[in-house]
């Protein structure tokens, strides 16, 4: 029995990773592309460039949810204080929402998801174990850090979307909010200031996925 029970973690740890990139993904929230009535926000038909400009930046955001996912899971697998891993997981829960809306997103682009998914969240899972390991305050420091770097990952995107997909724009804004809400309940939880060089690190890992995922 008592070995099962510290097997537990790792089995529901290996359980959401298979959810994360192998199953479709179910959001608990309302899709933000459609209006109350559950009718679709009226856009303009995008035309063959848009269309593709579109599809690739929501797969980049799609991939980058999938790191998120990883990120938290492996953070919350090492995690110290219960209260700290609730935390995580629950942060997770958002942005599983946000991977089921770009999911959608995509869909409705005709396009699909990065081909290399099973990558990222495998390093970034590796990654969100790291910081957990120096403790519960350098792990939600990394979670401040991390929501920062996707909110200006965003705003970038809000400039690059075709001024027609309007559908896309309130997508992504909604997910910019949550980022923000994110990275202010874990600075409230307690998270420590990270080294300059540990931000710039994470700012080139997340470019070499942002780069890769807008075309694969």
């Not at 959810?19 to 929230?29: F, G, K």
């Not at 350098?138 to 995107?157: I, K, M, N, P």
């Amino acid at each position: 029995m008592g070995s099962e029970r510290l097997l537990d973690p790792f089995i529901a740890a290996a359980d959401r990773a298979l959810r994360a990139i192998a199953a479709p993904a179910h959001a608990s929230r309302p899709y933000p592309g459609r209006l109350g009535s559950g009718a679709p926000i009226l856009t303009p038909d995008l035309d063959d460039a848009q269309r593709r400009e579109s599809a690739a930046l929501m797969r980049v955001n799609h991939a980058g949810e999938v790191a998120a996912q990883a990120l938290y899971h492996g953070q919350a697998l090492v995690a110290r204080s219960p209260a700290i891993r609730e935390l995580l997981l629950k942060a997770a829960h958002e942005e599983a929402d946000h991977l089921g809306w770009c999911e959608q997103r995509l869909r409705e682009l005709q396009s699909g998801p990065s081909l290399l998914n099973p990558l990222w969240y495998a390093g970034s899972f590796a990654i969100g174990a790291m910081a957990a390991a120096f403790g519960d305050g350098a792990s939600l420091g990394f979670v401040a850090e991390t929501e920062r770097q996707v909110e200006g990952h965003l705003d970038e995107h809000l400039q690059r979307l075709p001024e027609a997909d309007v559908t896309s724009r309130v997508v992504v804004n909604a997910m910019r909010s949550d980022e923000i809400a994110h990275a202010a309940t874990a600075r409230a939880a307690g998270a420590i200031e990270l080294p300059g060089f540990i931000a710039g690190l994470m700012r080139g890992t997340a470019k070499v996925m942002t780069r890769t995922a807008y075309w694969f």
